[in-house]
């Protein structure tokens, strides 16, 4: 497949260098060499130094041939343009980040589609519709639903406490139990669990499950449900005025922010959150909105450090719930081993939307999860894939992949054992190391 980027900016880089291991034919375009230099040692792509809104430069980046092209620059604008450039020369499929809520607006999708922009991404909102799902399912660290719920996907970090810690799935499997692992996540390295390996008390472990299964699975990791009424959130960002303008009514936010201006935009922006002008990385400004009687802190500055180490803090003075925004991929394996609680990554999930486009040309019925390292894909079984042939035990499937479970065609959700037929129809969750996606998928098509 021929996919064009727009932009070498964070997104772009990141989705560069994520398309380039699942050796997909990339150009990116940028008019910053220095970003494109960075770019060129470390990726299977080609680059080009040019203007996205220049038709020269699209031309010789062959738009006309691509099955995607993907505008991901800072402005908003010139993604929007670049894309309805690329449309006319014959890309395609078009992707336009932007960063104004009133585009996503289904009165206003008519309008962008006739422009030449088939589909629009938003992190920020991405981000914050992630964060409302934290906030409601506060036991788990992800909370990923398929086709309605029918299929659930949750990641859990396995505590002392918990019944799974010390258990060798062997043994969990003799267990009358309605949920499948499908991965763990211990320390830096992401394992496609055997009947040999052995949950420890740290791991980050997702199971599948269906809905029937959830309380048993909550119950079984030591977990419990709390009521959260009341977020701190530091960081005025963009994130944090979607999050408090997507939420309902039963959350009551106060926003820290250090820059006094924007302060006074959030007050008009926000006009329910409480919003403190003061430096909340200062435990004394915490402790002085009631840190301690917090239900939970979200932490959005634009440091890294910052939201892990506040989050650290906030912990410590009793809240149960923190979630961070943790843009620098670099840090999250470090944070996902430390008592942080929920991750939020744009550059992920704005990737996720895009490789979702990429795994299935019907962007509603297939769905994808990015993680740091590992990939999570609903993928349909086409009329004679290879995964119909025989029992999931016959497969001899590739090392570094599991099938965590599936939906039948009448829309049933169930696990995947050793005896389940694959049948053409069903939408199949697959998890599997990162690098490998585009080459599980051929086993379904």
């Known amino acids: 497949m021929k996919i064009v980027i727009a932009g070498a900016g964070q997104v772009g880089s990141h989705l560069a260098r994520l398309l380039s291991g699942e050796n997909q034919d990339i150009t990116i375009i940028d ?10 040692g470390s990726c299977n792509l080609l680059t080009l130094r040019g203007n996205p809104i220049s038709f020269e430069v699209l031309r010789e980046a062959r738009v006309s ?99 799974f810690a010390g258990l060798r799935l062997r043994d969990l499997s003799t267990l009358s139990h309605n949920f499948h692992v499908s991965a763990i996540k211990r320390r830096h390295e992401t394992i496609m669990p ?43 960002s963009p994130i944090a005025v979607r999050l408090v303008n997507m939420a309902p009514d039963i959350y009551r936010f106060t926003i820290i922010e250090e820059d006094r201006d924007r302060c006074n935009r959030l007050a008009e922006l926000c006009p329910d959150a409480v919003i403190v002008n003061a430096d909340g990385r200062d435990i004394e400004v915490l ?42 991929i670099q840090f999250i394996s470090q944070a996902e081993n430390l008592n942080i609680g929920t991750i939020i990554n744009k550059k992920l999930l704005a990737s996720a939307r895009v490789f979702q486009m990429l795994l299935d040309s019907d962007t509603e019925s297939s769905k994808f999860m990015a993680l740091a390292d590992a990939d999570v894909a609903e993928i349909e079984v086409r009329p004679g894939a290879k995964v119909t042939k025989a029992p999931v035990k016959d497969l001899h499937l590739p090392v570094g992949m599991n099938i965590a479970g599936l939906i039948r065609a009448d829309g049933t959700g169930m696990l995947v054992g050793g005896n389940t037929v694959i049948n053409p129809g069903d939408h199949v969750v697959i998890f599997c190391v990162a690098g490998i996606i585009h080459k599980v998928e051929r086993l379904f098509s």
């Open 31 to 40: 008019a910053n060499q220095r970003k494109l230099s960075q770019l060129d």
């Open 287 to 328: 402790r002085e909105e009631g840190i301690t009687e917090a239900d939970a802190f979200i932490a959005l500055s634009d440091r890294s450090e910052s939201n892990i180490l506040t989050c650290l803090t906030s912990k410590e003075h009793g809240v149960l719930k923190t979630i961070a925004e943790v843009e620098d």
């Open 194 to 236: 055997r009947g040999n390996d052995t949950i420890e008390s740290g791991d980050i472990v997702y199971f599948t499950t269906v809905p029937e299964g959830v309380d048993e699975l909550c119950r079984m990791s030591g977990k419990q449900e709390i009521s959260i009424r009341r977020v701190l959130v530091m960081g005025g």
């Open 65 to 163: 041939d691509c099955d995607l092209f993907v505008a991901v620059t800072v402005e908003e604008t010139t993604n929007v343009v670049a894309c309805s450039m690329a449309k006319s020369l014959g890309a395609k499929r078009t992707v336009a980040r932007i960063d104004n809520y009133e585009f996503m607006r289904k009165e206003n999708a008519g309008f962008f589609s006739r422009q030449g922009v088939d589909v629009m991404i938003y992190p920020e909102y991405l981000a914050a519709r992630e964060i409302l799902k934290a906030l409601e399912r506060n036991w788990v660290r992800n909370w990923f639903e398929i086709h309605e719920g029918r299929l659930i996907v949750v990641g859990l970090k396995i505590r002392d406490n918990s019944e």
